[in-house]
């Protein structure tokens, strides 16, 4: 399956999800994309920086005190592990799953539930761990 079928039918296509991109894991390199869903390189290194953090003496990383820009946007962290980065803005949000070569960045319109798209990404993720990305 190429990277785009990955984003049009594993991602989108689940109807969880209305944009999603995947980049490699030093969020360089755009691998595929939803059309329209665009990602700065500032942003790309918000996110990289985030999983490179390993907060502080509580374990709360800087990007949960600062929040997360995604597509010009900015969401709260929610969730800020070592693999999964989600954030919120509305009812609206953003699921962030980092594998052994990839980031999967995607975003979930306010019809959708969280867990419903969580699911999605991490279950995708899964895959791609299992076969060596």
Known sequence: MSWQAYVDQSL???????KAA???????????SSAGFTVSP????????????????SGTKKIQ????????????????E??????KKGKE???????MQTLLVTHYP?????GSAAHTVETVADYL?????
């Open 129 to 133: 761990i299992s076969v060596g990305y």
């Open 12 to 18: 989108v296509g689940s109807g969880n999800l209305d």
């Open 93 to 99: 949000g953003i699921i962030i799953v980092r594998t």
């Open 82 to 87: 070592e693999r999964s980065l989600y954030g």
């Open 65 to 80: 005190s600062t929040g997360l820009h995604v597509a010009g946007e900015k969401f709260v962290v929610l969730k800020a």
């Open 22 to 32: 995947i980049f490699d894991c030093e969020g360089i390199n755009v691998w595929a």
């Open 110 to 114: 306010d019809y959708v539930q969280p």
């Open 42 to 57: 500032q942003e790309l290194d918000e996110i990289v920086n985030a999983y490179k953090d390993k907060g502080d003496a």
